[in-house]
């Protein structure tokens, strides 16, 4: 899908937005505060049902109102909406209308990556980041081992809950039994997945961060130590096991590592590189995603100078323009977007209304289209 029209109502500080984006690229610049990164944030909610910079979903609503909207329309129509009443706790899931109660029933339309200033701090910081950056692309890409995710989870909780109540043992083998074969498959359809992320990375890296692109190599690990079978490794940690009350190992404890010259990539390069290669990573999970033609990803950067040199945006101009996807952009300076806004960068085959790009002014939570990229009706 890639969004037609987006409307909020009392999300942050956008207290009343309606806006018309453009298929592919669409521009925000304004002031720090103005409502830049919350724009991108009610994106981000409908493909994801919660924020990127927020656990407290009671954070997105205005302050002192208690129930606030995001919804969209897509190019074919198909609408969108997700609301949520603070005072009931009721969180309203729309599709065409029609209430649904998951959802994943939302996100199956709608692919929502984005990269922030912290996302590569957050990214190279820990393994959850990467964990849910690989879950998405999965989710999209792999759609058919979603019911078998669903299950892994709720064995692993079922074990966990074995562990933490120190169950007899009879009950824990049944769970343990279970966990490690939906593990196994997990862990393959997983692998699978990121050897084709492994194949398509270098393309975009190539056009983003040259200098490095041959030289990087990943590693996927799975859960459990490599070369022994997960039964193996949780009976030799049967004890830690009771005394954490959880499963150590398993396929959620996943991770996918990146190395250069057999060292940590986030050792090596600068803060900008490391910047670079996320949105080659993030790029060429668009491309998997795109490539299934089950939903158009749709591509969130906030503030795009930072951290950015002008080379650098060059190159992530070039990687935009092939890339098949809307894109969302924030900046708080113009002048960092003009490689963006090159004629020669640009492609308008798909745009609807001939115009290349649509950009936006944001101030104190409003939104103004300015006139030369967009026709006002
Ligand atoms: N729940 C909320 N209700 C109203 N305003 C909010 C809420 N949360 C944050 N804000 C304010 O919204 C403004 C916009 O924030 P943000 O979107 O992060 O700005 P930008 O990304 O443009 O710098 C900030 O001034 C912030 O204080
Ligand atoms: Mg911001």
């Not at 996918?256 to 999970?285: C, D, N, P, Y």
């Amino acid at each position: 899908m890639s969004v037609a029209r987006l409307t909020t109502y009392n999300f942050r500080n956008l207290s009343s937005v309606a806006i018309d984006l453009h298929p592919k690229l669409n521009f925000f610049v304004g002031d720090n505060g103005s409502g830049k990164s919350s724009l991108l944030e009610a994106i981000f909610f409908l493909g994801h049902g919660k924020s990127f910079r927020t656990s407290k979903v009671e954070h997105l609503a205005c302050y002192e109102t208690d129930n606030f909207v995001v919804s969209i329309k897509d190019v074919n129509d198909l609408q969108l909406g997700l609301s949520k009443n603070l005072q009931t706790g009721v969180t309203l899931i729309k599709i065409n209308g029609e209430r649904h109660a998951r959802l994943s029933e939302l996100a199956k339309n709608i692919a929502v990556q984005i990269v922030t200033p912290e996302s590569f701090k957050l990214f190279f910081g820990g393994p959850k980041e990467r964990r849910r950056f690989v879950e998405l692309g999965m989710f999209h890409v792999k759609h058919d081992s979603s019911k078998q995710w669903r299950e892994f989870n709720r064995v692993l909780k079922q074990r966990n809950a074995c562990l933490r109540q120190n169950l007899n043992k009879e009950t824990l083998n049944y769970w343990t039994s279970l966990f490690c074969q939906l593990s196994e498959e997990v862990a393959e359809v997983r692998a699978h997945y990121i050897n084709s992320l492994i194949s398509e990375l270098p393309y975009w890296l190539e056009i983003l961060l040259p200098s490095i692109a041959d030289k990087v190599t990943v590693q996927y690990l799975q859960g459990w130590p490599q070369k022994k079978p997960l039964i193996d490794a949780l009976q030799d940690s049967h004890e830690r096991e009771l005394a954490f009350g959880y499963s150590i190992y398993g396929a959620h404890k996943f991770d996918v590592k990146f190395l250069i010259a057999k060292q940590a990539l986030e050792s090596q390069l600068s803060r900008g590189q490391q910047k670079l290669f996320l949105l080659a990573l993030t790029f060429a999970q668009a491309k998997l995603i795109a490539r299934v033609k089950r939903v158009k990803p749709i591509l969130l950067i906030d503030d795009i100078g930072a951290e950015l040199d002008a080379n650098s945006r060059e190159s992530l101009s070039r990687a935009l323009s092939i890339l098949d996807c809307q894109v969302v952009i924030t900046a708080i300076e113009e002048g960092v977007l003009q490689p963006f806004i090159n004629d020669t960068c640009v492609n308008d085959i798909e745009s609807s209304n001939k115009t290349k790009y649509h950009m936006f002014h944001v101030k104190h939570g409003g939104i103004l289209p300015v006139n030369n990229s967009v026709k006002i009706e």
